[in-house]
């Protein structure tokens, strides 16, 4: 019997090699293709929930308070998984078990009648995103050559976001194909949409199972939560400070489509302006996608710390733009396509360097999946407090001082993360 496979079974696990066979080997692609499926599940809801939030006629404030619960809980799980993967000496079942979760929570949306069982279903997904998110970042850092991770962290983002131009592009054409039931029941394209998510869903947990290997350590039970906390370096923790003051404007991108879908419903009705939205979110993960590998690149050959203020900045940028069409009589469609470009460029720069930045000022690989937890919870409180001001804002204020206020933030991050050396 072959060494690598079992009689029944996935192939065995064992440490990838990262030499000779390079940066682009099993595991980064098999990363890759597991966070396609699984971006095309989340994607395919994501893009089409504000819309039907906005046939429940659920309040505004309602997708801020999912989004943020969702991504606080996230975050704190994320916390604790990856120093228990550290602890325990392996990380892939338990991944695996995440990537389930969230790829078979979304379909309960399709059974809500309010906003509730959307907040419930929303909050298990995000856990299950908790779980995996730490530990596969320290399995992707530890499966190529230091020289290469920024490489290897932005083909991962690439494949994660092509599935997060798949994901709209989808739900947009179901909405379109089943526009005509809207008329008797404005809310029956959307749950269509949430049951097809159980199909990639699925799927990227089969495809982590089978295809990624892990690098097995030994067990540490002495390990200490707080003392894998505490000897983290000081530079890690100075840029985890830019990181979060940026998170803490980083709004959800729902909040991105819902804003879009209320400026353009004037012009052409919810529906339309539904399916324009989630037609621009795909356009924002397009750019996601073709920008991701690029900055992991030359990040590589120039340094992370000032690409990644500059991706700060320009998501402060895209802030302000909305805030501003907020204010504009008619919002123009080229005005939003702009501003979902800098979004995607924005997202690429933090998604693809945050990781790669980690892993660098984090070199002992024995707390690196605790340390991507911490991030993981820093991101996650910052996200919990951005989505939900801004819900606020925009419901109790304006959409303007929403906006506002996420850009200023978005700021005051990027100036902290330039301190850092």
């Given at each position: 019997?072959?060494?690598?496979?079992?009689?029944?079974?996935?192939?065995?696990?064992?440490?990838?090699?990262?030499?000779?066979?390079?940066?682009?080997?099993?595991?980064?692609?098999?990363?890759?293709?597991?966070?396609?499926?699984?971006?095309t599940g989340h994607e395919m809801a994501t893009a089409v929930l504000p819309g039907f939030l906005e046939a429940l006629a659920a309040p505004t404030y309602a997708l801020g308070v999912i989004e943020g619960f969702a991504d606080a809980l996230s975050s704190f799980v994320k916390l604790g998984a990856g120093w228990w993967g550290d602890r325990l000496g392996h990380r892939k079942g338990i991944a695996t078990a995440g990537y389930a979760l969230t790829g078979t929570m979304k379909a309960v949306f399709a059974f809500a009648v309010g906003w509730p069982l959307i907040f419930l279903g929303r909050a298990l997904a995000w856990f299950g995103r908790g779980i995996r998110g730490p530990l596969r970042d320290a399995m992707l850092a530890e499966s190529v050559a230091s020289r290469d991770r920024g490489k290897a962290f932005g083909?991962?983002?690439?494949?994660?976001?092509?599935?997060?131009?798949?994901?709209?592009?989808?739900?947009?054409?179901?909405?379109?194909?089943?526009?005509?039931?809207?008329?008797?029941?404005?809310?029956?394209?959307?749950?269509?949409?949430?049951?097809?998510?159980?199909?990639?869903?699925?799927?990227?947990?089969?495809?982590?199972?089978?295809?990624?290997?892990?690098?097995?350590?030994?067990?540490?039970?002495?390990?200490?939560?707080?003392?894998?906390?505490?000897?983290?370096?000081?530079?890690?923790?100075?840029?985890?400070?830019?990181?979060?003051?940026?998170?803490?404007?980083?709004?959800?991108?729902?909040?991105?489509?819902?804003?879009?879908?209320?400026?353009?419903?004037?012009?052409?009705?919810?529906?339309?302006?539904?399916?324009?939205?989630?037609?621009?979110?795909?356009?924002?993960?397009?750019?996601?996608?073709?920008?991701?590998?690029?900055?992991?690149?030359?990040?590589?050959?120039?340094?992370?710390?000032?690409?990644?203020?500059?991706?700060?900045?320009?998501?402060?940028?895209?802030?302000?733009?909305?805030?501003?069409?907020?204010?504009?009589?008619?919002?123009?469609?080229?005005?939003?396509?702009?501003?979902?470009?800098?979004?995607?460029?924005?997202?690429?720069?933090?998604?693809?360097?945050?990781?790669?930045?980690?892993?660098?000022?984090?070199?002992?690989?024995?707390?690196?999946?605790?340390?991507?937890?911490?991030?993981?919870?820093?991101?996650?409180?910052?996200?919990?407090?951005?989505?939900?001001?801004?819900?606020?804002?925009?419901?109790?204020?304006?959409?303007?001082?929403?906006?506002?206020?996420?850009?200023?933030?978005?700021?005051?991050?990027?100036?902290?993360?330039?301190?850092?050396?």
């Open positions: 019997m072959d060494e690598d496979v079992q009689k029944d079974g996935p192939p065995l696990d064992r440490p990838p090699s990262v030499h000779p066979g390079g940066w682009l080997n099993r595991n980064v692609l098999g990363m890759g293709l597991t966070s396609l499926l699984s971006d083909f991962h983002r690439a494949g994660d976001t092509l599935g997060a131009i798949i994901g709209p592009l989808l739900g947009a054409a179901v909405l379109h194909w089943l526009e005509p039931y809207a008329a008797a029941d404005p809310t029956r394209p959307y749950r269509l949409v949430f049951l097809l998510t159980l199909i990639p869903g699925v799927g990227s947990a089969l495809a982590f199972a089978w295809l990624v290997r892990e690098k097995r350590r030994t067990p540490n039970h002495q390990l200490r939560f707080w003392a894998s906390v505490k000897a983290l370096p000081v530079d890690f923790r100075r840029f985890l400070a830019g990181a979060g003051v940026f998170g803490v404007g980083d709004f959800s991108a729902t909040l991105l489509i819902l804003a879009a879908t209320q400026l353009l419903t004037p012009q052409v009705g919810i529906v339309e302006a539904a399916q324009a939205a989630a037609l621009l979110y795909a356009l924002r993960n397009a750019v996601y996608a073709a920008a991701s590998y690029p900055i992991g690149a030359v990040s590589d050959h120039y340094g992370r710390r000032g690409l990644l203020a500059l991706g700060y900045v320009v998501g402060a940028v895209m802030a302000a733009g909305i805030a501003a069409l907020f204010l504009l009589p008619v919002a123009g469609l080229i005005l939003l396509t702009i501003l979902f470009v800098l979004s995607g460029i924005s997202i690429a720069a933090v998604d693809a360097l945050e990781g790669a930045m980690t892993a660098d000022l984090v070199p002992d690989e024995s707390i690196r999946g605790t340390a991507f937890g911490v991030l993981g919870t820093v991101n996650g409180i910052g996200d919990f407090i951005s989505s939900t001001v801004v819900g606020f804002l925009w419901w109790g204020i304006s959409p303007v001082a929403g906006f506002a206020y996420a850009a200023v933030l978005m700021l005051v991050g990027a100036g902290l993360l330039h301190r850092v050396r």
